[in-house]
């Protein structure tokens, strides 16, 4: 299984709305692809205003996961209105995501 961690973030034009971590994965497990082999889904909130932290668990590590989990991240902001204007960008290690504090949904 391969962990790919991501960080969402609202544009600059979105003021943060407080996104429900469990919506946001609702969506993820809607975008997602057989091909995204996509196992679990964990969201919480990030340490930005409105930022959300996400750990995706692919079944197997393939071609270039952290590639595929951007993907799947864009394809999920672009399906919903409410996500106009977001981002998502890998969890740098500068800002890692604290997996303790990360809860399935």
């Not at 919506?23 to 196992?39: F, W």
């Not at 393939?62 to 799947?72: I, N, Q, T, V």
Request: charged share 25%; hydrophobic share 40%.
């Amino acid at each position: 299984m391969e962990l790919v961690l991501l960080r969402l973030r609202p544009g600059p034009d979105r003021p943060p709305d407080g996104l429900p971590p469990s919506v946001l994965v609702s969506l993820l497990r809607a975008a997602a692809l057989p091909s995204d082999q996509l196992e679990h889904v964990r969201a919480r909130p990030g340490p930005h205003p409105g930022s959300l932290d996400l750990a995706l668990f692919h079944r197997h590590a393939g071609p270039r996961p952290p590639e595929a989990s951007l993907r799947l991240a864009e394809r999920a902001l672009a399906a919903s209105p409410r996500l106009t204007g977001w981002t998502a960008e890998p969890a740098s290690p500068q800002s890692p995501v604290d997996l303790d504090t990360l809860h399935e949904r």
